[in-house]
């Protein structure tokens, strides 16, 4: 691990320690987001802006903008007091932040590359959170998870849902949903129309992961663990820490495993939103 991501790591250590911080139960009063945790030259796009911006830390975000990080950087969001986004390199999402309190909506455009989304508490009847690619949505109510835009071996393109904590909803915008558990993963296809499931229930292997991400989410595992007396809960963690560190994903679920051959589709590529040419910040505002 090179310099720069060792001193990404202990920042993002530290963040685990503030995560673990329970937030003001109920809904926020205000939609608030921060860059908390920043490596290499990430940048941020605005509308009205001609010019793209560093990010730093502590950067306050609003609707709208586009976060871009570039290879050999990483970056970390924080919403609302109790949402986590963790940036791999070479990613690109939009922010959308609608709403007010008991009725929040975010939503987190993927473009490109792959985000780690951690929610500490569950959402209110009025509140929803999702990750999006294209017409492709995962939805949830309070979990821990990864998306990711890849192909897969015919060359289409893919994107991977891996549910690390809790239980996330697939909607592949052709009419097709799915509830994919702990510690499973599901590819979707990507077709004109949505996407199509090419393979779902299938374990994570979590030895396959870049190492940050594996490090990010066994320290958000870590706080939920810190933050529970309830035995079954403790259980359930222990059983996915157990499966992060030793690389053994069955562990972290007792669900069958089901493996579907990917049915190859017309090569389809989601298009990202062109962005201005990065320049150095505009003069902060007051």
């Known amino acids: 691990m090179n310099s720069r ?21 109920g809904a926020p009063e205000y939609r608030s987001i921060f860059v908390v945790a920043v490596s290499g030259d990430a940048m941020v796009a605005r509308q009205g802006l ?47 932040a609608a709403g007010g309190p008991g009725n929040t909506m975010t939503t987190i455009r993927l473009m490109k590359g792959a985000v780690s989304s951690a929610i500490q508490q569950k959402l209110g009847p009025g509140e929803t ?10 939805v949830v109510r309070g979990t821990v998870f990864r998306v990711v835009l890849g192909t897969d071996g015919e060359g289409n393109s893919t994107v991977i849902v891996q549910t690390v904590e809790g239980e996330v909803g697939i909607n592949t915008g ?4 799915h509830s994919l558990g702990c510690g499973l993963q599901a590819e979707v296809l990507f ?22 991400t594996r490090n990010w989410l066994r ?31 069955d562990n972290a679920s007792e669900n069958q495993t089901k493996k579907y051959k990917p049915t190859p589709r017309p090569k389809y590529t989601p298009k990202p939103t062109p962005q201005p040419n990065p320049q150095p910040n505009p003069e902060p505002e007051t």
């Open 5 to 25: 991501f060792r001193r990404f790591a202990i920042v993002l250590g530290m963040l685990a320690i503030l995560m673990a911080v329970p937030g003001k139960a």
């Open 219 to 249: 320290e958000v595992i870590r706080n939920q663990l810190n933050n529970t007396d309830d035995s079954e809960k403790r259980d359930a963690l222990k059983a996915i820490l157990a499966a992060i560190d030793d690389n053994s994903p």
């Open 174 to 177: 052709s009419g097709e949903e």
């Open 50 to 96: 001609s010019r793209e911006m560093f990010a730093y830390e502590g950067m306050k975000l609003q609707d709208g903008d586009v976060v871009t990080t570039p290879a050999g950087s990483g970056l970390v969001l924080k919403l609302d007091d109790d949402k986590y986004e963790y940036l791999e390199p070479d990613t690109q999402l939009e922010i959308v």
């Open 129 to 138: 959170f999702s990750v999006t690619v294209d017409n492709v949505s995962m």
């Open 191 to 212: 077709t004109e129309d949505g996407g199509m499931l090419g393979g779902a229930d299938e374990p994570i292997h979590y030895e396959d992961l870049p190492e940050e």
